[in-house]
T-cell receptor, first 112, second 114 residues
Framework: GAGVSQSPSNKVTEKGKDVELRCDPI?????LYWYRQSLGQGLEFLIY????????KSGLPSDRFSAERTGGSVSTLTIQRTQQEDSAVYLC??????????FGDGTRLSIL | AQSVAQPEDQVNVAEGNPLTVKCTYS??????LFWYVQYPNRGLQFLLK??????LVKGSYGFEAEFNKSQTSFHLKKPSALVSDSALYFC????????????FGTGTQLKVEL
């Protein structure tokens, strides 16, 4: 079946611009996660959605980062006023409760 | 706070030889432990997990891992390596009560040579 789908696969933008990254989870998966993978910081947790509960935002690095999940399915990660240190691969994962996470191929974000 | 250490940045092994990729963890309470593999320009693929039960866990592609509570380790192993196993391997931990968010190690690049 279809896996986790992320778009765009690559995004190049200028410093100071806003960007939106999209994640389509596997159908029926109630949990959705965003992670960031960068050379300097490795793999970092950003935010976690579980059903209708309030999201766990404890990993968001600054208030320029936000995410929403509409209708318990698609999620959008928004980065406002991008900085060069935001350059990274942003990975989305989804899972059923207490089951392993399935990852998308990520969005490679480059800030010029 | 939970943490994972992968002490080796790279592991080199000849095809057909056994391989071990090391991982140690720190977490409050009983851990949920995972191994993932990442190929170039791809996301992470789940290999195996330890939740409870037998200390030797078998996973995908012939990989297995041994949970050792006294040494807080969860080393990944395979009896006979293949060139196609060459990839980046991540160990991860999730503690109870923290949702299922994962804390990852820094990754170990496995290179299997002919």
């Amino acid at each position: 079946g279809a896996g986790v789908s992320q778009s765009p696969s690559n995004k190049v933008t200028e410093k100071g611009k806003d960007v939106e990254l999209r994640c389509d989870p596997i159908s029926g998966h109630t949990a959705l996660y965003w992670y960031r993978q960068s050379l300097g910081q490795g793999l970092e947790f950003l935010i976690y959605f579980q059903g209708n509960s309030a999201p766990d935002k404890s990993g968001l690095p600054s208030d320029r980062f936000s995410a929403e999940r509409t209708g318990g399915s698609v999620s959008t990660l928004t980065i406002q006023r991008t900085q060069q240190e935001d350059s990274a691969v942003y990975l989305c994962a989804s899972s059923r409760v207490n089951s392993p996470q399935h990852f998308g191929d990520g969005t490679r974000l480059s800030i010029l | 706070a939970q943490s994972v250490a992968q002490p080796e940045d790279q592991v080199n092994v000849a095809e057909g030889n056994p391989l071990t990729v090391k991982c140690t963890y720190s977490v409050s309470g009983n851990p949920y432990l995972f191994w993932y593999v990442q190929y170039p320009n791809r996301g992470l693929q789940f290999l195996l997990k330890y939740i409870t039960g037998d200390n030797l866990v078998k996973g995908s592609y012939g990989f297995e891992a041994e949970f050792n509570k006294s040494q807080t380790s969860f080393h990944l192993k395979k009896p006979s390596a293949l060139v196609s196993d060459s990839a980046l391997y991540f160990c991860a931990v999730s503690g109870r009560g923290g949702g299922n968010k994962l804390t990852f190690g820094t990754g170990t690049q496995l290179k299997v040579e002919l």
